[in-house]
């Protein structure tokens, strides 16, 4: 009498399994590195040391067919409020951060200096979304980073990140973009599923599309 409910229950249990596996092993791996080389995914970036064993961590690139001094600016003027993300801004802004990418580069944002804040949220929101510069290197390296204190962060539920942002030239007037994002966080079962499993297909989308974009619009700028 009692195996009838089970029955349902065992298969799907057993299918969840099989598309978590192969989540797992075919999307997963493409997800945390798209666009990267095996040396770029191994290699050790500026920031690394900020947090020195991620829960999470993702390297992703792309070709941009202009120099790194013509990449450089788009990045620099990254962030809510300047230039955008060059990402899916109506989608972002179904949360209300308010952003709108720049399809040029704006000379009054291209000052940024280690201890600026990069904003993700408008800053009058009430919500902390905000990065530190951690390191600058025109026109090769930019690294944002968390703030505050580690320990207080996580205890809140809060992820310790850093994002780089690597310009390295090809020497065909191509430039590689490398972004590689870190974090930790308190390993509990909400944390996994908010920062990690939870983030992977979305900021993996957004990122993409963020990567793209300056591809776009650096290469449309060279070329004019």
Not at 62 to 71: F, L, N
Not at 94 to 105: P, T, V
Not at 156 to 165: A, I, K, M, R, V
Request: charge should be neutral; hydrophobic fraction near 45%.
């Amino acid at each position: 009498m009692q195996a009838g409910p089970l029955r349902p229950a065992a298969g799907a249990a057993l299918a969840g399994g099989v598309v978590l596996a192969g989540y797992a092993t075919l999307i997963r791996p493409r997800l945390l590195r798209w666009g990267a080389t095996d040396q770029e995914v191994a290699e050790a970036l500026p920031g690394d040391e900020v947090v020195a064993q991620p829960r999470y961590q993702t390297t992703h690139a792309v070709t941009i067919h202009a120099p790194a001094g013509q990449v450089w600016p788009w990045l620099v003027q990254l962030g809510q409020g300047r230039g955008g993300l060059y990402s899916y801004d109506w989608l972002e802004n179904l949360f209300g951060l308010g952003f709108r990418s720049a399809n040029r580069i704006l000379p009054e944002l291209q000052q940024l200096q280690v201890g600026d804040q990069v904003w993700l949220a408008p800053r009058d929101s009430g919500m902390p979304l905000w990065y530190q510069v951690l390191d600058i290197q025109p026109p090769q390296a930019l690294v944002l980073g968390p703030h505050g204190d580690r320990e207080e962060a996580l205890a809140q539920g809060l992820p310790w990140p850093t994002w780089t942002f690597v310009l390295r030239e090809l020497g065909d007037g191509s430039t590689r973009l490398i972004v590689r994002m870190c974090s930790d966080f308190k390993p509990t079962l909400l944390g996994l599923l908010a920062n990690k499993y939870g983030l992977e297909p979305v900021h993996f989308a957004m990122e993409r599309k963020m990567l793209l974009g300056i591809k776009q619009r650096a290469e449309q700028a060279a070329a004019t």
